[in-house]
């Protein structure tokens, strides 16, 4: 008896395996989208599966015998074929029948369903344009709304009501003045791009308040919280200058960042990096969650071109993910712009991931697409040194480098504020130096800080310690600049003789 | 204000409200003579009080948006500015002449720089201010109408997609409970209010539950936000929720059927994709006889829990106390919905009249122009203000009488930055100089108990910004309050203002000169 149910199994998956196949083709177009979450194919062994009574699934159709066969489909109810045939052995043939057949009714409306947007808004004849919208391919905005495009649009200095040349403006009173008005890195104030032209601004940091990350949503303060911190003056003891010294700095401001949804940001966020750009100042990105990661390397594609800029991701997290609902979000930044080639796989390297949303699947993708990947594991077995060695030299591959900064790179011990923190991440050390070299030892068109949630820290250490890294690319940059590029160049004054 | 237009339309309105179904005409009687009322100082005020019909879209719900400044001609232009304009192309004239621009550029500032313009400079300055107000507002074909969503994901839907239930043992309808010991105790499941949990309206029906809490975690708020983690709260604290009321001696929990109905679903990436959602979950409650309770989450979900009980309970039917330092009233905006406009789409669908929203401790920062607004429409609001003129016992009693006066039914939403932050640090958008919880339990236990409750909510509970447990003890006690209200109403104990005797009084003698 049990050896004829082996039987049947093995006959069961061929033939389900062929239904299988055909089911995923037309799910995937009949073309495999690496883009799209991959559908696996391979078919467990079915001499492993426990036995179980045959007459059990005698009701099941081959598309429910297909599914139950199939462990992607069975992931996505957090399922294993162990634990469905654990399932199958409490039940009898009309209850496993029930039970499969009804997780596939569910599976199968897991996608957009032909006409489930046909519903009418209109009840006892008044409009409620919200009663359909979870079935909408669409969120329907408001496009009556009063000055509809007014948050976005700049007043020009002409209409100023009070005029000024243009340049970055002190806010400081006194020649050696702490405290006042917060700034980032105390520097003048850079209002409009004119401003930064005439002023020469070598590096302009701007906030970009934007909080719809899927960890904790406080990122939309950190610009404020950096500017109101110490961390981002004076002298380096490791490069051995002062980039305040050495650099043009402006503090420009926020770009303005629309609530309640990511997508409405993009457009505005890429074009204002773009301006600072032509302007030639190399951006300081203070987010914001990650979702800003798309519009920033954008501008940095749009203008020096998707082939010549390699990405330094620092981030416990791959935000990778493929096939969501939403275009937009943290979640999702690297897949996108990879999708809308804004960038090269082979040109972004990613260092610090960790946590359970980096899986086999995740990893298997990113080497599919070419990303250069340090995960924590790596650093624990080759050592941090060798690790920014490969990295360094992997970002040279271009004449140009942008680094993305996740605060959740480092551990929480250093950063418990950050909006999706992973315990074993890097040290403050082992960031700054990171950082320091990759500024001084590659030509740096900008930098973002991104996921910071300060009100997940009473104390002022998340934010010393991000402004302290944003201090090690200034230093770099300002070593560059004093031509300082060698090799792990240490100030010899800081070592003792 | 053309008032005598208004006043035409007005009788033209009642007119039209004679005829209207018979059974609010009483009310339309009543609200006629109000009418008559207003008339008489309407010189004085400027508004004529237009009185809705429940299920139909308030005459006047458009009237006025506030805070922003509608375009009107300008007047006094000098002369000199005058010659300038009149030498423009006539479409360029016109257009600062009407005054559009001065949402680009104050008219003092664009005429200094007309008058020191060469005539191309001037007309140079005219097109600037056109280009920028032609961006500013919405364009067909160049702006987009809507935020197009990847439906060829392979989980465009499963965010909100139910688990089977043949996907657990076999079970009868019925709440689960999840404790173990005979003694009973906590189980170590938090729920809210230490409740069983049901997870289908079967499980309501079969259970013959009296209240269902839902969470419901929106975090879209424009403050600090954490709302997200307000259910998980309120259920982990575990105080606050439990034993006998010392003001009533009544015991919520035993008195009551009470469930946790778990989380709804949430698109944490669209307020508006969230809603249909919450709506249905809240109705498919409302639709057992259950008493909804709905743990936000942010102040947009005041929009589908109260549509939702319309659905049941009647278009109109309902009246709605709102608790909130914000009037919540916006409008006009980009999104359809956020945590600042609930109250205008409820009124705007016609699921609630003006006349029937009654909102208490309101004291952020909005203009006039909102408070007229609300004035116009017929709105009740008791601001902090009201409160410091009267005193807080006269404001509730206010606020109770009309909680009752109109309709059968009541809803309650409760934003928890009413409270002062004092008491509820743990919030995104707090305000100071707000209520305390000695005046907000009892208007809480008397609303759920001296009307017909059939809803409550507790919204902006954000407990990030609240590093001890006070702001999740105070979410939990007025949800008490209310628990205990609902229980007096099924123990049919409606006396105004009750309080037990026995616990307000030790009897051993007549310190009051009440008799012993």
Redesign the interface.
């Given at each position: 008896m049990r050896f004829a149910h082996y039987i049947y199994n093995k006959r069961t998956l061929l033939i389900t395996s062929a239904f299988t196949l055909t089911l995923i083709s037309a799910y995937a177009s009949a073309t495999y989208n690496p883009f799209e979450n991959s559908v696996s194919t391979s078919m467990t062994n079915a001499d492993a599966l426990p036995p179980i009574e045959n007459d059990k699934l005698s009701l099941l159709t081959p598309q429910e015998l297909s599914f139950l066969r199939n462990p992607t489909q069975l992931k996505w109810f957090g399922l294993s074929e162990e634990k469905v045939f654990t399932q199958l052995a409490m039940r009898d043939a009309v209850s496993v029948k029930q039970y499969v057949s009804e997780m596939l009714a569910v599976y199968n409306a897991a996608k957009f369903q032909p006409g489930q947007d046909q519903a009418s808004a209109v009840n006892n004849g008044i409009l409620e344009p919200l009663s359909i919208v979870a079935d909408a391919p669409e969120i329907p905005l408001n496009t009556d709304a009063a000055g509809y495009n007014k948050r976005t649009i700049i007043q020009p200095s002409v209409f100023d009501k009070y005029k000024r040349s243009p340049g970055p403006i002190s806010l400081k009173r006194y020649v050696h003045e702490q405290g006042g008005i917060p700034t980032f890195a105390n520097a003048p104030v850079a209002i409009r791009v004119e401003d930064l032209t005439a002023g020469m601004v070598e590096v302009a940091f701007v906030g970009v308040p934007l909080a719809l990350g899927s960890g904790w949503r406080d990122s939309q303060h950190a610009p404020t919280v950096l500017r109101g911190m110490y961390g981002l003056g004076g002298y380096d003891i490791a490069g051995g200058v002062d980039p305040a010294l050495v650099l043009n700095i402006a503090d420009f401001g926020n770009v303005a960042t629309a609530y309640l949804s990511p997508e409405l940001n993009i457009e505005h966020i890429r074009e204002q990096i773009g301006e600072m750009i032509k302007a030639n100042t190399v951006p300081f990105i203070v987010g914001g969650d990650h979702s800003i990661m798309y519009p920033t390397v954008a501008a940095m594609s749009d203008n020096y071109g998707a082939s010549n800029v390699s990405v330094v991701h620092l981030d416990a997290h791959y935000n990778g993910e493929r096939g969501l609902d939403h275009y937009f979000s943290d979640k999702q930044s690297v897949s996108r712009l990879l999708q809308d080639k804004l960038i090269m796989g082979k040109h972004l390297i990613q260092v610090g991931l960790r946590g359970p949303s980096q899986d086999k699947e995740a990893l298997q993708w990113l080497r599919t697409q070419g990303i250069n990947y340090h995960t924590m594991v790596e650093v624990q077995q080759s050592g941090w040194d060798k690790v920014v060695a490969i990295a360094i030299k992997q970002a040279k591959t271009t004449s140009k480098t942008f680094i993305s900064f996740d605060m959740s790179v480092l551990d929480p011990a250093y950063a418990p504020g950050a909006g999706r923190p992973v315990p074993g991440g890097l040290s403050i050390l082992q960031a700054q130096t990171l950082v320091r070299r990759l500024c001084a030892e590659t030509e740096i068109i900008g930098f973002e800080m991104l996921d910071l949630a300060p009100y997940l820290d009473i104390s002022y250490k998340t934010a010393l310690n991000a402004n302290h890294i944003m201090h090690a690319c200034l230093t770099g940059i300002a070593m560059r600049k004093s031509g300082i590029t060698k090799s792990n160049h240490l100030d010899p004054l800081a070592l003792s003789q | 204000m053309n008032v005598k237009k208004l006043v035409t339309s007005v009788l033209a309105m009642c007119a039209v409200s004679t005829i209207v179904i018979s059974g609010v005409q009483s009310q339309i009687a009543s609200n006629v003579k109000q009418v008559g009322e207003k008339q008489k100082d309407s010189a004085e005020s400027e508004f004529v009080y237009i009185p809705s019909v429940a299920?139909q879209?308030p005459e006047r719900i458009d009237s006025a948006?506030p805070g922003?400044m509608a375009a009107e001609p300008l007047e006094d232009i000098p002369e000199d500015v005058m010659a300038i304009l009149d030498s423009l192309p006539s479409d360029k004239g016109d257009f600062i002449k009407s005054g559009k621009g001065e949402?680009?550029?104050?008219k003092d500032?664009?005429f200094e720089?007309l008058i020191s313009a060469s005539p191309s400079e001037a007309e140079g300055?005219v097109d600037?201010?056109m280009s920028?107000y032609d961006?500013?507002?919405?364009k067909?074909g160049r702006?987009?109408?809507?935020?197009?969503?990847?439906?060829?994901?392979?989980?465009?839907?499963?965010?909100?997609?139910?688990?089977?239930q043949?996907?657990n043992?076999?079970r009868e309808d019925g709440p689960i409970s999840l404790g173990r010991y005979l003694g009973g105790g906590n189980s170590g499941i938090p729920t809210f209010a230490n409740a069983p949990v049901a997870l289908t309206a079967e499980d309501l029906i079969a259970g013959e539950v009296d209240v269902a809490i839902l969470g419901a975690p929106l975090?879209?708020g424009?403050g600090?936000?954490?709302a997200?983690n307000g259910p998980k709260a309120m259920r982990m604290l575990r105080r606050g929720t439990g034993g006998t009321d010392v003001s009533t001696m009544i015991n919520p929990t035993s008195v009551l059927n009470i469930v946790d109905y778990g989380d709804v679903a949430i698109?944490?990436?669209?307020?508006?994709?969230?809603?249909?959602?919450v709506?249905s979950m809240v109705r498919e409650i409302a639709e057992t006889g259950a008493i909804p309770i709905i743990i936000g989450g942010d102040h947009s979900l005041e929009?589908?829990n109260v549509?939702a009980i319309a659905d049941v309970y009647g278009?109109g039917k309902v009246s709605v106390v709102h608790f909130d330092a914000h009037l919540d009233t916006g409008r006009?905006?980009?999104?359809?919905?956020?945590h600042g406009q609930p109250i205008y789409?409820l009124m705007k669908?016609?699921h609630v009249r003006p006349e029937n929203f009654i909102q208490v401790g309101l004291r952020a920062h909005y203009s006039k122009s909102y408070y007229e607004w609300e004035k116009e429409i017929g709105m009740k609001y008791h601001t902090m203000a009201e409160v410091e003129r009267r005193g807080w016992d006269d404001v509730m009693d206010r606020v109770i009488k009309e909680a009752t006066e109109n309709t059968e039914y009541l809803y309650v939403s409760f934003d928890v930055d009413v409270l002062d932050p004092a008491f509820q640090p743990g919030t995104g958008t707090p305000v100071s100089g707000g209520l305390t919880m000695r005046e907000a339990i009892p208007i809480v236990r008397r609303l759920c108990a001296e009307t017909k409750l059939v809803g409550f909510d507790i919204v902006e509970l954000a407990p990030?910004?609240d590093?001890s447990y006070v702001s999740a003890l105070n979410a939990n006690s007025l949800m008490f309050a209310c628990m205990t209200g609902i229980a007096m109403h099924k123990e049919e104990i409606t006396e105004k203002g009750f309080i037990s005797e026995l616990s307000s009084e030790h009897g051993q003698d007549d310190y009051y000169g009440e008799g012993r």
């Open positions: - | 299920g879209v948006t922003l949402g680009v550029v104050k500032i664009l720089l300055y600037t201010v920028i961006k500013m507002e919405f067909k702006d987009i109408e809507a935020i197009a969503l990847n439906k060829s994901s392979p989980d465009f839907n499963s965010w909100r997609l139910k688990r089977p043949s996907m043992p076999d975090d879209m424009s600090w936000r954490d997200i698109d944490q990436l669209s307020t508006e994709r969230s809603v249909q959602e709506r929009y589908p549509a278009k006009g905006r980009v999104h359809l919905l956020s789409r669908e016609a990030a910004l590093s």
